[in-house]
């Protein structure tokens, strides 16, 4: 490992830390959380302004924990940086207990910052849907997004209290977006090639406080605890909570 990798390394793992909006829960600041009820998180209307494609999945049974390669099996998988995405939803009250049996459907553009299904042509990768286990948490892999003009780097999300009740748009709990660190992002774009693209857009983006963009101000509570290696791959977990 040379000096300047292990620079961005460790840069790496401070940004995350540094930029990080959420509290640190030890055992006794969870004690003093738990006394007021959750942040609201913001909810956001429907992306494409119609139905979601969340009830069309589900009805083919698109549950998949990897969602970097096509639905179909074919082509090529979404090329970048690994990306182990966590999301734990909780009650949005005093007790924020965990969410069990819960329908989560999440998508994000690629590398480049295009979207499949409605950008790329033939591509219909990083779309999935999971099942919170009885912890509340549900896991994906995937790739650290690309990122497109006007938007900083994300991750699209939404709640659905099973998975029967996917199958209709007016049971979605929560539609919104998880965000990024803005040093974090920016040191994956710079660190791996396919990221050239977005980069040359995120320099372009003008950022304040993560998450306070005027797509979406005031929102820190938006943005992911970010570990891991930008060159290797990172870890990004969020605790959301949702209005049941």
């Known amino acids: 490992m040379n000096e300047q990798s292990g620079s961005r390394r460790s840069f790496l793992r401070l940004a995350a830390l540094g930029t990080l909006n959420l509290p640190v829960l030890t055992s006794r600041a969870q004690t003093v959380e738990r006394k007021t009820p959750a942040a609201p998180y913001p909810h956001e209307p429907s992306p494409t302004g119609k139905t979601s494609l969340a009830n069309f999945w589900s009805r083919a049974g698109l549950l998949r924990r990897d969602i970097r390669p096509n639905m179909d099996g074919k082509g090529l998988s979404a090329a970048g940086l690994p990306l182990d995405l966590v999301i ?41 849907i999971g099942v919170t286990g009885p912890d509340g ?8 997004p690309g990122t497109y003009t006007g938007r900083e780097p994300h991750v699209h999300f ?21 965000l990024f660190p803005e040093t974090v992002s920016r040191e994956v774009y710079k660190s ?19 998450g306070a963009t005027a797509a979406s101000p005031g929102s820190p509570t938006q943005v992911a605890l970010v570990s891991g290696d930008a060159r290797k791959g990172v870890r990004a977990s969020i605790s959301i909570p949702v209005r049941t």
């Open 192 to 210: 791996n090639l396919v990221y050239r693209p977005s980069l040359k857009t995120f320099e372009g983006l003008v950022f304040g406080r993560p």
């Open 137 to 144: 948490r549900v896991s994906f892999k995937s790739v650290y």
């Open 88 to 128: 734990k939803l909780v009650t949005a009250d005093r007790w924020q207990t965990p969410l069990a049996g819960a329908a989560v459907y999440v998508w994000h553009s690629d590398a480049r910052g295009g979207y499949s299904v409605y950008g790329v042509n033939d591509a219909s990768y990083l779309r999935g």
């Open 158 to 178: 939404e709640v659905y209290p099973s998975l029967e009740s996917m199958q209709k748009p007016q049971a979605c709990q929560l539609r919104s977006r998880i």
